[in-house]
């Protein structure tokens, strides 16, 4: 679970990610905000309307779900079944009140905030951005007090303070949560002495 305030460069981090890890799969979450220009349906999310997202709730489609900036997103839980019986680990971009959903009710995952260096160097990525209005930048912002907080509750904390280097500590993340005992257990059984219980 990757989470970070708008404009710290989360999807790009989370992109580099499975282009290194190339058995890790992204979760296309759902959601309802208006598609922004090169974005693809189907691809960056399933773009649906209120009313549909509202009958995914209510008849328990997704795992976790949330209000951000004014608009509705949400994972599918088919998504996390369908990875969780193929033994896939999956990529979860998503916001912290949707990220503390999947940790109570899911044992198994990694959760980490991306921050930026500090509050103007995330305003200045913004607008540099020029993918939103002012009025969408300030409510941005204003979002970024909230949830920089929750930081705390999470596994890791990555600064992107330089791209590169934070992809590194990303990429060091995964390969270290990898090779942890409680998810590499079998390896053990190769090293069982024949006759032995
Ligand atoms: P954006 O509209 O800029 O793509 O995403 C806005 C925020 O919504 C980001 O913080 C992103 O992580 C979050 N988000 C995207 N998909 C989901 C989701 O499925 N569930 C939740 N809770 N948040 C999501």
Redesign the pocket.
Known sequence: M?????GAG??SLCRELIDSFPDLRQ?I???T?PIRKGERDGI??HFIDTEVFQAMVEQKQLA???E??G?L???SLETLTDAAEGGVDIL????C???A?IKENYQRGVFVFILPPDYSELEKRLYARGTDSDEVIQRRLENAQF?IPQASWYDYLVVNDDFQSAKERLCSIVSAERCRSHRTGQLLENFTVKGDK
Request: charged share 20%; glycine share 6%; proline share 3%.
């Open positions: 990757v989470s970070a305030p708008s989360k999807t979760s979450s759902f959601a905000r960056d999310y976790e779900w949330a951000v900036h608009n997103y949400g994972t979860l971009d998503i916001d009140q949707g990220a959903q949830e």
